[in-house]
DNA sequence: TAGATTGTTAATCGATTAACAATC
DNA sequence: TAGATTGTTAATCGATTAACAATC
């Protein structure tokens, strides 16, 4: 069964669909029902002519006099970008900032949802943080398959990164939320996005001194 | 005076400059003095044809016969992405994920360093924390200004985060490094990362997704 | 020397933007 | 109707990759 037009979406317009999503979100509380192109691209930060496109990759259509309708752009991309039965999340490493990232994460309201964290430190492991249940990382690969976890979102040491890695995808993980500032090896099928905030800083901080060393 | 050829590197050039720095630290501790394109392209997971072009971007040449040298390549990149004095960096916004962050960044040895946290919480300002002086938010542009802070990551609550960004580009910010889930406006002279989570989880989702809903 | 690698230009690829007929 | 907006194709732009002469 193919649910979707399944052509392939660029990883940029899923982006800006989940953007977009947000943005409709808090208009759908205001005056009109409809939207033009040009307001959410202002609100986006894009152009007119990519919100176009973007909708009618996934086949959305509005009307030139009124815009697009806006609670039923927000349905066609629930449709998309959300599974009916949600998607599960295991977090690998609950240091500060797994813990930070366990609170944030299910501060937003969504469906997606952190199920479990795991951890090599048994002072960790056994009881609940910020109202997940915390593992011992040895218990992770049957958990993941029970549990039909797909998702992963890493915040280990650099040292432990790869061989958790190789544990995750032998488990069934099929994509990976990496904070650890190293690449990691995963087969094709397996997608990895890279949250590198040293690098972030650091191209911020050239761009900052280019910006004009004038006074 | 114009210290470096001062022609435009692109951003993505700059992120990987950043990445193969720090996988040359490593390299540098072992074996050879030297390296090979094709060994820092599979170490960055690039290809060596990039490697070559992005050192040829930064006047950086090898030999066909060893490679490139790694300590006075590192030397290179650290002429181009350090400042000679450092950056400082202000963190606005105290709560789980900017302690997390404050430990992560300061946990990083670097040129770059949080100097100061601000937050509009009084329970939160006048002490230390993670070794960092926690200011309220009253104070902070004119300990911008006084300080030379050209840096800032943003971790505040959604509603304020307009607000914030406007009084940080007013105090002289060049670049911001923003972990709210909300596009920001700013002039054209100040650079901005957003570093989006929950839309790389639901990024990450679709493609899990995508990658097989076979078994 | 023969063989591998560098430095650099040209070709390719993908994504964004412009343009404009069709529509309300 | 006149005027603005949509839907979509074509043009543009930027970044990556291929190719290959020069070099060690």
């Known amino acids: 069964m193919k649910g979707q037009p399944a052509r392939a979406i660029s990883e940029r317009t ?16 205001q005056q009109s029902p409809h939207v033009y ?29 009124r ?11 629930d449709l998309i970008l959300d599974s009916p039965d949600g998607q599960r999340i295991a977090l690998v490493g609950v240091g500060n900032l797994g813990r930070a990232l366990l609170a944030y ?5 969504s469906k997606l949802a952190i199920v ?5 430190d048994p002072a960790k492991t056994g009881r609940l943080i910020n109202g997940i249940p915390c593992h011992s990382i040895l218990d992770m690969p049957d958990f993941i398959r ?24 032998a488990s069934g993980i099929r994509a ?7 690449p ?3 087969p094709r099928h397996v997608h990895v996005d890279d949250l590198d905030m040293m690098m972030s800083l650091e191209k911020l901080a050239y761009f900052a001194r280019q910006a004009g060393n004038g006074d």
């Open 67 to 77: 815009g697009y309708n806006i609670q039923d752009l927000i349905d066609r991309i």
């Open 105 to 109: 994460i299910a501060g937003q309201r």
């Open 146 to 169: 029970s549990r039909k976890i797909t998702l992963a979102v890493l915040a280990v040491p650099q040292d432990a990164a790869q061989s958790v890695v190789d544990t995750l995808v």
């Open 184 to 186: 990691i090896r995963v």
């Open 37 to 65: 192109s040009h307001t959410l691209a202002s609100l986006a930060h894009g152009t007119p002519a990519q919100v176009r496109r973007d909708l009618m990759l996934i086949g959305f259509s509005g009307s030139p006099a």
């Open 14 to 29: 899923i982006e800006r669909l989940s953007l977009y999503r947000r943005l409709l979100a808090k208009l759908a509380r």
């Open 176 to 182: 990976i939320l990496n904070f650890v500032p190293v």
């Open 116 to 120: 479990a964290a795991f951890d090599r």
